[in-house]
């Protein structure tokens, strides 16, 4: 019989990262409610049920705060991983975008904020390789340039960018904002296909 376990975290280490999530997820309720610019330690202490001290032990000053609330909000919004094929796109954006609506404040700080584009930057080569993927997949190989092009146009319709942009200029409501991003992403990708079939004979 195995007697192998793995080996436990230990109890102060588990508060620790209990302490983090209260105050992330008190973060994220606090930019809903209140927006970016009226953050304050005060009510992310009182939201997360700890002392302001607590807080600042954690994260000394409001950028440093921010830095690692970005870097958490995408596990929170549910997009901590990119989609493999044109169906899981279709999905995901039939869902994330209405979710979005939902979360509007939290969305649009994660947008507005230099450290939330600072966090999204983190993610770049990881958002691109699997971008490239997904064209691999849908069309075949295309040359590199092209394949790039293709990726950041769908990177783009993919985006928080492109839900606030069809709900500011349009105002298209999440759902309707989802479809178009899906359809316009469908049709770059048939394109793509007819390009690499080439002309009929």
Known sequence: MDMKTSNPVPLRDRNKAKTREAIMAAVARRLENDGLAQLSFTEIAR???VGESTVYRYYPNKDALLEAFWAWAPKAIQRDSFPANLEELRARLATDFPRFDQREPLIR???ASPQGRSARM???AERQ???RALIDHEVGPLPDAERDRL???IQLLYSATAWATFKDYWNLDGAEAGQ???EAIAALLDNARRKQRGPRD
């Open 109 to 111: 700080g994660m947008l």
């Open 180 to 182: 178009a991003a899906a």
């Open 122 to 124: 983190q993610t770049a």
């Open 129 to 131: 390789a699997a971008f």
């Open 151 to 153: 990726g950041a146009a």
């Open 47 to 49: 939201e997360a049920d």
